[in-house]
């Protein structure tokens, strides 16, 4: 008998399936907390959410997933958290690298990578160049990332490169910002998906997403399935993406 979720993917126009899917999880401590569990079995359970929408994506085509994993001000949480997720974190990374391997996922990260604890960040850019050559999909985890960290980056980016000679203000151009983000060589998000009710965009690629269809959803993040996924890719397929054009110029 056919799932759920193998009757929504028929559903899907293959042709139409967004190139790059970008994921704002949300909701780990409130599903910990309505299971009366630890909010850290939120996040544990949370990794599940991971395979099942890379697993997902990865079904139907999309290129780029990427997820918001740790902002900026997700620092700022309680120490024993901040120390359990990036735990969860390294242990994540060991035990999942043969699979994404087997399934030629490149790993890609985006943020103030720096800030991560050494031992966390060398097992990243390890498992970031174990899968360099991987072409199937490519997951971009944002770590210690925030949109208005990354824009300011760029601009002192920008400063520094016309100080240098390298560029004149004549030359900043939409290609010059793109270039000189986190995200240089991504394409930019189609669809952007949040969980667990919240309908903001929390200084997750601002820049990235000025055309993204936006989907929200009631499931908390543990829940989330690639059904679910499957469903935002259904209804972004329904939407007439216009770029600022009439609707019949983009018909035509
Ligand atoms: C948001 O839920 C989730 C996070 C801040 C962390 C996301 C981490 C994972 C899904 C697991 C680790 C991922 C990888 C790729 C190894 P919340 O804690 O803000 O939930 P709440 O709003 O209900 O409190």
Redesign the pocket.
Known sequence: MASEHDALRLAIDAARVPRHVAV??????????RHGEH?MM???N??N??RETLTGAGEVGVKYLT?????TE?WN?PQA?VEA?MD??V???TS?LDSLNENRVRLNAIGDLDKLPPDCLRLLREAMASTAGNDRITLT?ALSYSARWELMRMARRMAEDVQHGLLSAADVDESAVAARLATAGLPDPELLIRT?G?RRISNFLLWQIAYAELWFTDT???DFTRADLYRAILDYQQRERRFGLVSEQVKA
């Open positions: 704002i999880m949300d909701g780990n401590g409130r599903w910990a907390e909010r939120g996040h544990a949370g990794v959410a991971v997820l918001y994993a740790f902002s997700n949480r958290e997720l969860l974190l242990r994540t990374l999942e985890l667990s919240e908390l993040w543990p």
